[in-house]
Nanobody, 128 residues
């Protein structure tokens, strides 16, 4: 399984970005997919998660501003980010696991990226 993120970059506060994560080597009906982020000097944070039924979860810090979604194939994950703030500046990682998101809810909320079987290399988002 490979996950490759894209879409990061510099953006002004109040602006928007859409991150993408293309997956290969797995079938759509087996995976929970999620976004994490980590800023320098800060703990890793679970940002959003989505399961195969489309059930989503968000960190309180991004609720109402970020939207997680998948394409019809289930192999491309998106994170639409709006009303960006400087505190959203971080490296963003996508991750996937062959279980329902409810099973990994605790790990996700604790920012435990390594609880997910597969992870991308990350894409940098810088908000100024």
């Amino acid at each position: 399984v490979q996950l490759v993120e894209s879409g990061g970059g510099p953006v002004q506060a109040g602006g928007s970005l859409r991150l993408s994560c293309v997956g290969s080597g797995y079938t759509r009906w087996t995976y929970c997919m999620a976004w994490f982020r980590q800023a320098p000097g800060k703990e890793r944070e679970g940002v959003a998660a989505i399961d195969n039924e489309g059930l989503t979860s968000y960190a309180d810090s991004v609720k109402g501003r970020f939207t997680i979604s998948k394409d019809d194939s289930g192999k491309t994950l998106y994170l639409q980010m709006s009303s960006l703030k400087p505190e959203d500046t971080a490296m963003y990682f996508c991750a996937a696991a062959p279980v329902r998101c409810t099973i990994l809810a605790g790990a996700w909320r604790q920012g435990r990226l390594n609880a997910f079987n597969y992870r991308g290399q990350g894409t940098q988002v810088t908000v100024s």
